[in-house]
């Protein structure tokens, strides 16, 4: 079975500073990869997506995301966060055709103004 | 276009009661998921239908099940609640061969008491 692990449960920054979340998955074969964010009384929205082809993908307000097939890992970017950042974000996983995503635990990201 | 709807949005029900939560999704998909999200066990998979049928179901008792209509309207059905099953309760479509993209709604929160 899939898992995906996000080692950071809450991170704090003040605005400007840069941002970088981690994302590890466990499964070997072909994967799809997502990051979601839920503002503060919102529903889950996509970010940005993997599925093939160059592994740094760019996404909606200025995030970006690294795929590093060896490490497993898919680690979510933003040079310079603002206060309307501040979020809960979440690390998802398919594997091949399923449509069933794994989710991370994720990431309470406080941005101070 | 509209997103995904859930209804309701809130429901309070007492243990031992059964619930049914409805879910439209965005016009033109066909596939529907639902997610169960608590704070101690995160967003876990409960199952998918697509054409009516369920094609993937996620590791919850029995007393979670669903359907899919002609219209791919869904709806989750929950018997004999347990304080467990307090839960935000989501639901997401996605469009058929667009790989694993998909749409969430805002969810049912649902408290068992």
């Known amino acids: 079975a899939q898992s995906v692990s996000q080692h950071n449960h809450h991170v704090i920054l003040s605005e400007a500073a840069s941002l970088e979340l981690g994302c590890n998955y466990s499964y070997g074969g072909t994967v799809n990869l997502f990051w979601y964010v839920q503002y503060p009384g919102q529903h889950l929205q996509l970010l940005l997506k993997y599925f093939s082809g160059d592994p740094l993908v760019k996404g909606i307000k200025g995030f970006e995301a690294e795929f590093i097939k060896s490490k497993f890992s898919f680690n979510l970017r933003k040079p310079s966060v603002q206060w309307s950042d501040t979020a809960e974000y979440f690390c998802a996983v398919s594997s091949g055709s399923a449509r069933q995503l794994t989710f991370g635990s994720g990431t309470q990201l406080t941005v101070l103004p | 276009k509209a997103g995904v709807t859930q209804t309701p949005r809130y429901l309070i029900k007492t243990r031992g009661q059964q619930v049914t939560l409805s879910c439209s999704p965005i016009s033109g998909h066909r596939s529907v998921s639902w997610y169960q999200q608590t704070p101690g066990q995160g967003l876990q998979f409960l199952f998918e239908?697509?054409?009516?049928?369920?094609?993937n179901k996620g590791n919850f008792p029995g007393r979670f099940s669903g359907r899919q209509f002609s219209n791919s309207r869904s709806e989750m059905n929950v018997s004999t609640l347990e304080l467990g099953d307090s839960a935000l309760y989501l639901c997401?479509?996605?469009?058929?061969?667009?790989?694993?993209?998909?749409?969430f709604g805002a969810g049912t929160r649902l408290s068992v008491l």
């Open positions: 239908y697509f054409s009516e049928t369920q094609r």
């Open positions: 997401a479509s996605s469009l058929p061969g667009q790989q694993n993209i998909q749409y």
